[in-house]
């Protein structure tokens, strides 16, 4: 039960301190967060922590990920950390046979996971649970390019201020921000952010999609800058490619 408790809420981002407690920033930044809160330590003593950089990879017959979405982004929410949208009951993932069900989806400038040693500009993360609470997250690399329409509608109505929400006016189907390829990379990893708990599935979608410079640099303005934690050691791990 408190696996579950630790995995439910730490979906949410801390969604309730808009901005307290830890930082990207500062003396509350990463390199502290093991040491703010007795309920962070595996911020600092995790040995299967993430982000990675993607570069010590196998070639392994990974199973395709059934990707089950419907339009049920409702909600955008600013929480000092990161602009979240929340999403309606009903669409899910299915990894190892199981379900996972979406819960929302956040993101990162620039992005947390590198590749071959390489940051992109940008990164979403698609935020699922079981019903246990076991944890699977999709993620997503944007490069700068055109102006990504589906983001528009989010960044038109994006909150300024921390523990700022606003509905959407017309729900967004969380797909068409996800590759057409979808091959995928994939390790166990954790989340990144404070708790920092482990056990978390990570599939890192090869092929990245594309957003506007002006769309980068808005997210940060708001975020008052980058929104990344370092990568963290592969350790024993190996990152399997699809």
Same mark, same amino acid.
Not at 68 to 74: E, I, L, T
Not at 125 to 143: C, E, R, S, Y
Not at 155 to 163: D, K, L, T
């Given at each position: 039960?408190?696996?579950?408790?630790?995995?439910?809420?730490?979906?949410?981002?801390? !969604?309730?301190?808009?901005?307290?407690?830890?930082?990207?920033?500062?003396?509350?930044? %990463?390199?502290?967060?093991?040491?703010?809160?007795?309920?962070?330590?595996?911020?600092?003593?995790?040995?299967?922590?993430?982000?990675?950089?993607?570069?010590?990879?196998?070639?392994? =017959?990974?199973?395709?990920?059934?990707? $089950?979405?419907?339009? #049920?982004?409702? $909600?955008?929410?600013?929480? #000092?950390?990161?602009?979240?949208?929340?999403?309606?009951? #009903?669409?899910?993932?299915?990894? +190892?046979?199981?379900?996972?069900?979406?819960?929302?989806?956040?993101?990162?400038?620039?992005?947390?996971?590198?590749?071959?040693?390489?940051?992109?500009?940008?990164?979403?993360?698609?935020?699922?649970?079981? $019903?246990? #609470?076991?944890?699977?997250?999709?993620?997503?690399?944007?490069?700068?390019?055109?102006?990504?329409?589906?983001?528009? $509608?989010?960044?038109?109505?994006? %909150? =300024?201020?921390?523990?700022?929400?606003?509905?959407?006016?017309?729900?967004?189907?969380? =797909?068409?921000?996800?590759?057409?390829?979808? +091959?995928?990379?994939?390790?166990?990893?954790?989340?990144?952010? %404070?708790?920092? !708990?482990?056990?978390?599935?990570?599939?890192?979608?090869?092929? =990245?999609?594309?957003?506007?410079?002006?769309?980068?640099?808005?997210?940060?303005?708001?975020?008052?800058?980058?929104?990344?934690?370092?990568?963290?050691?592969?350790?024993?791990?190996?990152?399997?490619?699809?």
């Amino acid at each position: 039960m408190k696996k579950w408790v630790i995995g439910i809420s730490s979906i949410l981002i801390a !969604s309730s301190s808009f901005g307290g407690e830890w930082s990207y920033h500062g003396e509350h930044g %990463p390199e502290h967060w093991g040491d703010l809160k007795n309920e962070y330590i595996m911020c600092k003593i995790g040995k299967n922590q993430s982000p990675v950089d993607i570069n010590r990879i196998v070639d392994a =017959e990974l199973k395709p990920i059934k990707i $089950k979405y419907k339009a #049920g982004a409702s $909600k955008v929410v600013n929480n #000092g950390h990161t602009i979240k949208v929340s999403y309606k009951p #009903g669409s899910y993932i299915i990894v +190892d046979g199981v379900r996972f069900e979406l819960k929302q989806f956040h993101f990162h400038a620039p992005s947390e996971h590198k590749l071959k040693g390489q940051h992109y500009p940008f990164e979403a993360h698609f935020v699922h649970a079981d $019903k246990h #609470g076991n944890l699977a997250v999709i993620g997503v690399f944007f490069k700068e390019g055109r102006k990504n329409p589906v983001l528009e $509608k989010i960044w038109s109505v994006m %909150p =300024e201020n921390a523990g700022e929400e606003v509905k959407l006016a017309h729900r967004i189907n969380a =797909e068409d921000l996800l590759p057409k390829d979808r +091959d995928y990379y994939r390790y166990s990893g954790s989340l990144t952010t %404070p708790p920092c !708990s482990e056990g978390v599935r990570w599939l890192v979608m090869e092929e =990245e999609m594309e957003m506007s410079r002006d769309q980068i640099e808005k997210f940060r303005k708001i975020m008052g800058g980058d929104t990344n934690r370092p990568v963290q050691p592969l350790n024993a791990r190996m990152i399997m490619e699809k």
